[in-house]
């Protein structure tokens, strides 16, 4: 079953306690979240892929409009955080194939 709710649908929904500590974040806001998150994740030694950082939103952020496991992945990917690497080093270019709105037709 789809929960295909508007912001206000979603927040009547919700007890007034629930309503309170849930928000729904810009997404660019959300991107850079994410990156705080994993890098602190990171560097304390805890799990920090895309499933443990959705959870994480989710839990502990309050964050009623969740990316996709595969949007987080992208952003991740997108800041240079995968495989344990905690960003671009110096001198790296990171390529532009990571935003969504690109495709190539032929």
């Known amino acids: 079953m789809?929960?295909?709710?508007?912001p206000e649908?979603?927040?009547k929904?919700?007890?007034p306690?629930?309503?309170h500590f849930r928000c729904f974040w810009p997404w660019q806001e959300?991107?850079?979240v994410v990156v705080i998150i994993r890098l602190e994740r990171y560097h304390r030694g805890l799990p920090?892929?895309?499933q443990v950082l959705r959870?994480?939103?989710?839990l502990y952020e309050g964050v009623?409009?969740?990316?996709?496991?595969?949007?987080i992945a992208r952003w991740l990917s997108k800041h240079g955080l995968t495989h344990g690497r905690t960003g671009w080093c110096q001198g790296e270019r990171p390529t532009e194939t990571h935003t969504v709105h690109e495709c190539q037709l032929r």
């Open 2 to 6: 789809s929960s295909a709710y508007s």
């Open 9 to 11: 649908e979603y927040l």
């Open 13 to 15: 929904k919700l007890t």
């Open 17 to 19: 306690v629930e309503a």
């Open 30 to 32: 959300l991107e850079e």
């Open 48 to 50: 920090c892929g895309p």
């Open 55 to 58: 959870e994480h939103l989710d």
């Open 64 to 71: 009623s409009n969740l990316p996709s496991i595969r949007t």
